[in-house]
RNA sequence: GUGGAUUUAGCUCAGUUGGUUAGAGCACGAGGUUGUGGUCCUCGGGGUCGCGGGUUCGAAUCCCGUAAUCCACCCCA
């Protein structure tokens, strides 16, 4: 028979042990600060109809899903975010949740794309959704929310950026002065990539994308500016703007300060100087996140140091529980994919050192010196057993994390050895001298004491000698 | 989808102009004289050299194809 030699598909990743304690640590972090900030955990399933996903992105998004079709025709696609799931599940039961709804999920996410640097074609995502409030207080708490999952990982505010803007400020700010509203979204292109390239790069992407010299101008402008205040920025840009305008005869545009929408998102960068967020954000005029449907605010998480791609982004979205059938819902969201998040992690040296070594200490380890393994398996079951109070309906004594030696070998020195390895606490050492006696040897692994205790009490020796409260 | 680099043991890598039976370190396993600690010593299992063709007396090595990985594009919810 010929045998065949498989692989993980292309951009998925085996997780074995040692991976998988690192996916769990970022995984258990991610889920106790959500719900320290009051979020509530939920998901769905991980395929979904192929059209829940066109609504929101439109058609050419299709060629990025996995999708497939069932025997009953269906259209499916496995899920390339969670949002979509989300949306749907508030618009299906919006009457009777209460409000405001904070919720966050952890889901596994494909999309069908070139893998690279930071980018799988499997992944997890921290996905977290504040729903059904419409003042500003929800863009802070979902900042404060990720900028403390990060902080909870060791980063410090030197580590990453958290860039941000107003899409509907910028449209305002952009067609109240000189931009015809349909070249809003060719500037929402341009900006997204105005840093990555250089003077040559940018020229090549102004003439692609049609730009007037007022928007060339306009756009090199920007380019220029870096780590601004809200204020600072709307100064030099109402300058450059009057500047602009006067050397091409024209009348001056209206003062941004006077433009309607100016005045929240002033108010939103005053009150994140209230609180202790404004430390780490900086307003940040290219920030535009890829796709239509942010309506305000935006943000990305980037690294200071590195080139990697954004840890994190989100924004406002006030439209989307409507357009999948819901109420009129104002919504702030943002995703972490654990890809980037781990690489940088790694680059910093922020991964503990029990994670990556992957040592889950056991509280007792017994040493097995007898010819028969009966009296060992016996006694490891019992330890590993919880107690179980049925009146109580609670457990009242947990079963402890047990291991015992898979090796042959009844060399005492040896198997201590490996005890030691192993980290646990306890060692319990059973013998024929002391089996004929009934009793057994129990050894602190840290201090090498050791004492002879009665089979018959042992179990209750090992519990309290572990807990000594 | 496009271009470049790479692929040899579980991991990190040697392997000369094509020439015997493809190596090392780490890891893993066994033993070190049946009773006490992470060291040390000895021994061992492991490889269709990514996969499939071709050239050759002979291929890990040269040629073609193919898959995956990394990097850069495209794209990025």
């Given at each position: 028979?010929?045998?065949?030699?498989?692989?993980?598909?292309?951009?998925?990743?085996?997780?074995?042990?040692?991976?998988?304690?690192?996916?769990?640590?970022?995984?258990?972090?991610?889920?106790?600060?959500?719900?320290?900030?009051?979020?509530?955990?939920v998901d769905g399933p991980t395929f979904e109809s192929l059209d829940l996903y066109?609504?929101?992105?439109?058609?050419?998004?299709?060629?990025?899903?996995?999708?497939?079709?069932?025997?009953?025709?269906?259209?499916?696609?496995?899920?390339?975010?969670?949002?979509?799931?989300?949306?749907?599940?508030?618009?299906?039961?919006?009457?009777?949740?209460?409000?405001?709804?904070?919720?966050?999920?952890?889901?596994?996410?494909?999309?069908?794309?070139?893998?690279?640097?930071?980018?799988?074609?499997?992944?997890?995502?921290?996905?977290?959704?504040?729903?059904?409030?419409?003042?500003?207080?929800?863009?802070?708490?979902?900042?404060?929310?990720?900028?403390?999952?990060?902080?909870?990982?060791?980063?410090?505010?030197?580590?990453?950026?958290?860039?941000?803007?107003?899409?509907?400020?910028?449209?305002?700010?952009?067609?109240?002065?000189?931009?015809?509203?349909?070249?809003?979204?060719?500037?929402?292109?341009?900006l997204d990539r105005l840093h990555k390239y250089d003077r040559a790069g940018r020229?090549?992407?102004?003439?692609?994308?049609?730009?007037?010299?007022?928007?060339?101008?306009?756009?090199?402008?920007?380019?220029?500016?870096?780590?601004?205040?809200?204020?600072?920025?709307?100064?030099?840009?109402?300058?450059?703007?009057?500047?602009?305008?006067?050397?091409?005869?024209?009348?001056?545009?209206?003062?941004?300060?006077?433009?309607?929408?100016?005045?929240?998102?002033?108010?939103?960068?005053?009150?994140?100087?209230?609180?202790?967020?404004?430390?780490?954000?900086?307003?940040?005029?290219?920030?535009?996140?890829?796709?239509?449907?942010?309506?305000?605010?935006?943000?990305?998480?980037?690294?200071?140091?590195?080139?990697?791609?954004?840890?994190?982004?989100?924004?406002?979205?006030?439209?989307?529980?409507?357009?999948?059938?819901?109420?009129?819902?104002?919504?702030?969201?943002?995703?972490?994919?654990?890809?980037?998040?781990?690489?940088?992690?790694?680059?910093?040296?922020?991964?503990?050192?029990?994670?990556?070594?992957?040592?889950?200490?056991?509280?007792?380890f017994i040493v097995n010196a007898l010819d028969d393994a009966v009296h060992a398996?016996?006694?490891?079951?019992?330890?590993?057993?919880?107690?179980?109070?049925?009146?109580?309906?609670?457990?009242?004594?947990?079963?402890?994390?047990?291991?015992?030696?898979?090796?042959?070998?009844?060399?005492?020195?040896?198997?201590?050895?490996?005890?030691?390895?192993?980290?646990?606490?306890?060692?319990?050492?059973?013998?024929?001298?002391?089996?004929?006696?009934?009793?057994?040897?129990?050894?602190?692994?840290?201090?090498?004491?050791?004492?002879?205790?009665?089979?018959?009490?042992?179990?209750?020796?090992?519990?309290?000698?572990?807990?000594?409260?």
């Amino acid at each position: 028979m010929a045998t065949e030699n498989f692989q993980a598909p292309k951009g998925t990743r085996d997780f074995y042990p040692d991976e998988m304690a690192v996916r769990r640590y970022i995984e258990d972090i991610w889920r106790r600060v959500s719900i320290r900030h009051g979020f509530q955990e939920v998901d769905g399933p991980t395929f979904e109809s192929l059209d829940l996903y066109k609504v929101k992105s439109g058609v050419e998004i299709v060629s990025q899903l996995f999708s497939f079709t069932d025997r009953g025709q269906r259209d499916l696609a496995l899920r390339p975010e969670f949002t979509p799931t989300l949306a749907r599940m508030v618009a299906q039961r919006a009457a009777g949740l209460p409000r405001p709804i904070k919720w966050f999920s952890i889901p596994r996410c494909y999309r069908a794309e070139q893998p690279q640097k930071g980018r799988l074609r499997e992944f997890m995502q921290w996905n977290v959704d504040y729903i059904g409030e419409a003042s500003d207080r929800a863009e802070r708490e979902c900042l404060a929310l990720c900028a403390d999952a990060l902080l909870e990982f060791g980063l410090t505010p030197d580590d990453f950026r958290i860039g941000w803007n107003h899409r509907a400020w910028l449209t305002h700010v952009l067609v109240g002065t000189f931009m015809p509203p349909e070249r809003i979204s060719n500037a929402f292109y341009i900006l997204d990539r105005l840093h990555k390239y250089d003077r040559a790069g940018r020229e090549a992407l102004y003439r692609e994308q049609g730009c007037s010299d007022k928007e060339k101008a306009y756009f090199e402008f920007i380019a220029g500016t870096s780590n601004q205040s809200l204020s600072e920025l709307t100064d030099l840009l109402s300058a450059f703007m009057l500047d602009r305008h006067s050397r091409l005869g024209e009348p001056p545009p209206p003062d941004l300060c006077h433009l309607k929408i100016d005045s929240t998102v002033r108010e939103f960068e005053k009150r994140l100087k209230d609180t202790n967020l404004a430390a780490m954000c900086s307003f940040d005029l290219s920030i535009v996140r890829g796709l239509a449907y942010y309506t305000g605010f935006v943000f990305e998480i980037s690294d200071r140091q590195g080139e990697n791609r954004a840890i994190a982004g989100g924004g406002r979205y006030d439209n989307l529980i409507e357009m999948f059938g819901g109420p009129s819902l104002g919504a702030v969201g943002f995703g972490m994919g654990d890809v980037v998040l781990e690489i940088l992690l790694r680059r910093r040296d922020k991964i503990p050192k029990a994670i990556l070594d992957n040592h889950q200490n056991p509280d007792v380890f017994i040493v097995n010196a007898l010819d028969d393994a009966v009296h060992a398996e016996r006694l490891i079951f019992e330890l590993r057993r919880s107690q179980w109070d049925s009146t109580r309906q609670r457990i009242i004594r947990p079963g402890l994390h047990a291991e015992c030696s898979y090796r042959s070998t009844r060399n005492i020195g040896k198997l201590l050895q490996e005890a030691a390895a192993s980290g646990a606490k306890l060692a319990v050492i059973l013998a024929r001298a002391e089996l004929q006696r009934g009793v057994a040897k129990l050894k602190n692994l840290a201090d090498r004491s050791e004492r002879t205790v009665s089979m018959e009490t042992l179990i209750e020796e090992i519990h309290a000698a572990l807990d000594p409260a």
